[in-house]
């Protein structure tokens, strides 16, 4: 099926001449006669009747008629959008990071960013930790917002700390254990542990969530998919989350209480270069501010 048989099609319809058809179209009577044919092999269906003296078309042609109209001009409009080349003046900024939780610290710093830079396109990378750090070694991000990797990790990029966070276990604002200033191995030792899954968990959070696990029976642990998971489960009394305390994810449903003995992780930005790249230069400066504020 191609447009000229569809346009073939619609002409004789209108008509209801194939000679008519041809002069309007500037081709050959023949040479209607013959798309209409294929167009009626392809279909497997009759699409007029023809005599002699009159064209007809039959129930099938009216049925196939409103789909012939809105191909043709689906087909038409999508050339349009060719004739004349347009500029793409979007503006694409990459970030990666390890979970969804994590986009909620961005807005404030996006809409600043996009204040002087109004065809901002931000687009976000969230994906598993082996294959973030290889985005970013194909320049596929831009920037990697994430907790430092120490250890056997090898990234080859730059990374700026934007912010030293404090672990935190998190439980409803009306737990007895809300009223502390530290979580202490005790108090831990008396709740089920919210966890983070492993394979979703940045290595130094990792390495927290195990030295906390310590010797606990599996029964008082519940490892969860998401960070938001493990709060959710902690509003809903299933025990104390541990979790990197950014104030401003808090829920005014619960209590953050540092956790004693446990260093703040550091947490910034993985980039290749600044180097012509003045909207990465801005995210790291608005990242800077926000961070610091």
Known sequence: MNTFQLTCFLT???????AKAAR???????????????????????LFKRTTRSVEITQEGLIFLNDAKNVLNIITLAKKRFEE????????????????NELRLLPEILRQMADSCPMLNPVFQVVPFQHLY???????????????????KKIDGIYRELA?????????????????ELLGEDDIRTQRLLLLDPQRCPDRLNVVQHSLAGERAVS???MCSSADACITLAKAGFGIAVQPDFPSLRDPALAYIPIKDVEPLSYGAYYKSVTGKPLLKAFLQLCKEYFSG
């Open 12 to 18: 004789v319809a209108e008509t209801l001449s194939f």
């Open 24 to 46: 309007l179209l500037n081709v050959t009577q023949p040479a209607v006669t013959h798309q209409i044919r294929s167009l009626e092999e392809e279909l497997n269906a009759r």
């Open 85 to 100: 080349p347009v500029v793409d003046e979007r503006q694409f900024f990459s970030i990666g990071c390890h979970s969804h």
């Open 134 to 152: 290889q985005l970013l070694d194909e320049e596929a991000v831009d920037v990697i917002v994430s907790f430092q990797e120490k250890g056997q």
């Open 164 to 180: 030293q966070v404090r672990m935190a276990g998190v439980l409803p604002a009306g737990h007895p254990l809300a009223e502390k």
């Open 220 to 222: 008082d642990l519940l």
